[in-house]
């Protein structure tokens, strides 16, 4: 008996000093790159290209190692600089679950400017890999920005990052801090982003997506904008992460900055946890 109490101690103070198990991670992986490769699904196409002299698959779209380290990340560019022309460079890949209606999920990724001048955008799109190429700009449902280009009014964008709000309106976002706009994004630093997307009904509220970032002038992570919407408005499932670049016109080229994502996942609710 003296034994078996022994040993039933033993067992007990085991468990209670066992750590209890961590809940599993809710983040899903879209893409991180490591593999060298662009993974399977991923769709490059230039569905305006006007390059003269005519330069076929102008985009550039690679994985590149980063300096120092042994990560890999995606680089996108509307093509090699001095190439200018092409209008719609466009990548996008399928989710690993769909949106549904109704649902809210968070959208991370770590994003890098290369350089500026440059146009650059990124979000969700509701269509099929068949529609996304002749939608274009309008297959994006949330959608962040990045450029310092000139817009047709004469107004001047700064580099600082931008959501909709409304369409083809864009706001930058703002440091609560201060309640000012944001700085321009610094080029060549790793932002985080956190994108909590609400794909219920617009008249439930929904439509419409809030962000975080951490990184440049937000050395901790802020919430940054509340309540952009989403471009098109269709409240159908949210498909496919996508991304458009492009040189601007050959009278009035923005630039070949490209634009580095890395670490893209996605996960149900709104989580602010880096994955």
């Given at each position: 008996?003296?034994?078996?109490?022994m040993?039933?101690?033993?067992?007990?103070?085991?468990?209670?000093?066992a750590?209890?198990?961590?809940s599993?991670?809710?983040w899903?992986?879209?893409?991180?790159?490591?593999?060298g490769?662009?993974?399977?699904?991923?769709?490059n196409?230039?569905?305006?290209?006007?390059?003269?002299p005519?330069?076929?698959n102008?985009?550039?779209?690679e994985i590149r190692?980063?300096a120092g380290?042994?990560?890999?990340?995606?680089?996108?560019?509307?093509?090699?600089e001095?190439v200018?022309?092409?209008?719609?460079?466009?990548?996008?890949a399928?989710l690993?679950?769909a949106?549904?209606i109704?649902?809210?999920y968070?959208?991370y990724?770590?994003?890098?400017?290369?350089?500026?001048?440059n146009?650059?955008s990124?979000?969700?799109?509701?269509?099929?890999?068949?529609?996304?190429?002749?939608?274009g700009y309008d297959?994006?449902e949330?959608?962040i920005r990045?450029t310092?280009?000139?817009?047709?009014?004469?107004?001047k964008?700064?580099g600082?990052?931008?959501?909709?709000?409304?369409?083809?309106?864009y706001?930058?976002i703002?440091n609560?801090?201060?309640?000012?706009?944001?700085?321009?994004m610094d080029?060549?630093?790793?932002?985080?982003?956190?994108a909590?997307i609400?794909?219920d009904?617009?008249?439930?509220?929904g439509?419409?997506y809030?962000?975080?970032?951490?990184g440049?002038e937000f050395?901790?992570q802020?919430?940054?904008f509340?309540g952009a919407?989403?471009r098109?408005?269709?409240e159908?499932?949210?498909?496919?992460?996508?991304?458009i670049?492009?040189t601007?016109?050959?009278k009035?080229?923005?630039?070949?900055?490209?634009?580095?994502?890395?670490?893209?996942?996605m996960?149900?609710?709104?989580?602010?946890s880096?994955p």
């Amino acid at each position: 008996m003296k034994l078996k109490g022994m040993i039933l101690l033993g067992m007990l103070l085991l468990c209670s000093c066992a750590p209890a198990s961590s809940s599993p991670s809710s983040w899903v992986l879209v893409g991180d790159f490591e593999s060298g490769a662009l993974p399977q699904g991923w769709t490059n196409i230039d569905t305006q290209n006007d390059t003269d002299p005519f330069v076929p698959n102008p985009q550039v779209t690679e994985i590149r190692a980063e300096a120092g380290t042994d990560n890999h990340y995606l680089l996108r560019k509307p093509a090699a600089e001095g190439v200018i022309g092409n209008r719609k460079a466009i990548s996008f890949a399928p989710l690993p679950t769909a949106i549904p209606i109704g649902e809210t999920y968070t959208l991370y990724s770590r994003i890098l400017v290369e350089y500026f001048p440059n146009n650059h955008s990124f979000g969700l799109s509701n269509l099929s890999a068949a529609e996304i190429p002749d939608a274009g700009y309008d297959a994006f449902e949330p959608m962040i920005r990045i450029t310092d280009k000139a817009e047709s009014d004469g107004t001047k964008n700064d580099g600082t990052l931008m959501v909709l709000s409304g369409y083809k309106t864009y706001d930058k976002i703002v440091n609560p801090s201060t309640g000012q706009t944001a700085n321009p994004m610094d080029a060549g630093a790793w932002y985080e982003i956190w994108a909590v997307i609400n794909n219920d009904a617009a008249d439930a509220g929904g439509q419409s997506y809030d962000l975080y970032v951490r990184g440049g002038e937000f050395a901790e992570q802020q919430k940054v904008f509340s309540g952009a919407v989403f471009r098109m408005n269709r409240e159908t499932p949210l498909t496919h992460f996508m991304a458009i670049t492009n040189t601007g016109s050959k009278k009035s080229p923005y630039g070949n900055g490209g634009v580095g994502y890395d670490d893209i996942y996605m996960s149900p609710g709104r989580e602010l946890s880096s994955p």
